[in-house]
């Protein structure tokens, strides 16, 4: 009986710590943006100055800011809807795409000279999540045949040699270079009888492939640190809200960065891996919110 109360005693202290632990966890936060739909927020190279999509103004368009939030200003104005938005690996050049021509194209803009331009591909259906290769040259990116179709392209950045990477019947999207280029993340739902997303990585030059997630999550948005040691994405649990993990690039050792009520998606990484930028769910709309990975809430 003594054995009995022990055990129970002891049960309801770990369930104690474990609530207090799931209620307390998490990291130092600040919303950077208040006004309409914000999304898929990346920091420039220096990290310096921040890009973002935003439908503020009645249609979705590229917006930068400084890291604190001041300073937000319309990049480029136009009466289509521009999105999507992300950095050269090197210059101030961000890589979008934009539906000008009826469909969704990718587009370049300078942002010393303020000139935009098309990069013009001989291959029909939408291109989307466009990414830089880290060589500056090359890019990543979707092509949607149908919207149960979605495969990986590679191809220059001025439109030339565009090679198919990914291929098969499935919705293959978010494609993410390595910080070596050799390697791309991308969540897929192929192998889960198309109800849940994986994650997946894929050498494209020892055509080597491997699964970094679990069958029975829902994981998705999965991008790299600077450094390519650890991947940031976003996942369902257990039917829960979606909120933000970070793993290894081996897939071990996953750890829960988000503790919300709300939904959760598109992290990405600061230069130095000290914070991310996080979409998250506020309200009705979509807000950009910073994550401090160095201000740990459970040791202030």
Same mark, same amino acid.
């Given at each position: 009986m003594? &054995?009995?109360?022990?055990? &129970?005693?002891?049960?309801?202290?770990?369930?104690f710590?474990? =609530?207090?632990?799931?209620?307390?966890?998490?990291?130092? @936060?600040?919303?950077l943006?208040?006004?309409?739909d914000?999304?898929?927020?990346?920091?420039?190279?220096?990290? +310096?100055?921040i890009?973002?999509?935003?439908?503020?103004?009645?249609?979705?368009q590229?917006?930068t800011?400084?890291?604190?939030? *001041?300073r937000?200003?319309?990049?480029i104005?136009?009466?289509?809807?521009? !999105?999507?938005?992300?950095w050269?690996?090197?210059?101030?050049?961000?890589?979008?795409? =934009?539906?000008? #021509?009826?469909?969704?194209?990718?587009?370049?803009?300078?942002?010393? +000279?303020?000139?935009? =331009?098309?990069?013009?591909?001989?291959?029909?259906?939408?291109? +989307?999540?466009?990414?830089?290769?880290?060589?500056?040259?090359?890019?990543?990116?979707?092509?949607?045949?149908?919207?149960?179709?979605?495969?990986?392209?590679?191809?220059?950045?001025?439109?030339?040699k565009?090679?198919?990477?990914?291929d098969?019947?499935?919705?293959?999207?978010?494609?993410?270079?390595?910080?070596?280029?050799?390697?791309?993340?991308?969540?897929?739902?192929?192998?889960?009888?198309?109800?849940?997303?994986?994650?997946?990585?894929?050498?494209?030059? +020892?055509? @080597?492939? =491997?699964r970094?997630?679990?069958?029975?999550d829902?994981?998705?948005?999965?991008?790299?640190?600077? *450094?390519? !040691?650890n991947?940031a994405?976003?996942?369902?649990?257990?039917? $829960?809200?979606?909120?933000?993990y970070?793993? !290894?690039?081996?897939?071990?050792g996953?750890?829960?960065? #988000?503790?919300?009520?709300? $939904?959760?998606?598109?992290?990405?990484?600061s230069?130095?891996?000290?914070?991310?930028?996080?979409?998250?769910k506020?309200?009705?709309?979509?807000?950009?919110?910073?994550?401090?990975?160095?201000?740990?809430? @459970?040791?202030?």
């Amino acid at each position: 009986m003594n &054995c009995f109360k022990i055990i &129970c005693s002891l049960s309801t202290f770990l369930i104690f710590i474990y =609530s207090s632990y799931s209620q307390n966890s998490g990291y130092k @936060e600040t919303q950077l943006t208040q006004e309409g739909d914000n999304r898929y927020a990346s920091y420039n190279k220096d990290g +310096t100055k921040i890009i973002f999509e935003s439908n503020r103004d009645g249609h979705w368009q590229i917006y930068t800011m400084n890291i604190g939030g *001041d300073r937000q200003k319309r990049l480029i104005k136009t009466n289509s809807n521009d !999105r999507r938005p992300t950095w050269h690996p090197y210059k101030d050049i961000v890589l979008f795409e =934009s539906d000008r #021509t009826g469909q969704s194209e990718i587009y370049m803009y300078d942002l010393e +000279t303020r000139k935009t =331009s098309v990069i013009l591909l001989s291959l029909h259906g939408n291109k +989307t999540h466009a990414q830089f290769a880290p060589n500056g040259v090359e890019y990543i990116f979707n092509l949607e045949d149908t919207s149960e179709d979605f495969d990986i392209y590679i191809a220059h950045s001025k439109g030339r040699k565009p090679r198919k990477i990914v291929d098969d019947a499935f919705v293959n999207r978010y494609p993410h270079y390595s910080p070596r280029g050799d390697n791309i993340l991308y969540s897929s739902n192929k192998n889960n009888e198309r109800e849940t997303d994986v994650i997946y990585l894929y050498n494209y030059i +020892t055509l @080597e492939r =491997s699964r970094l997630s679990y069958f029975k999550d829902h994981s998705f948005h999965p991008i790299w640190s600077f *450094d390519g !040691r650890n991947v940031a994405y976003a996942a369902v649990i257990k039917d $829960e809200i979606s909120e933000i993990y970070t793993m !290894r690039n081996d897939g071990i050792g996953k750890k829960r960065i #988000t503790f919300n009520t709300t $939904e959760d998606i598109l992290p990405n990484w600061s230069p130095n891996n000290q914070n991310l930028l996080v979409t998250r769910k506020v309200g009705s709309n979509y807000q950009i919110v910073r994550v401090f990975l160095n201000h740990p809430l @459970e040791q202030e």
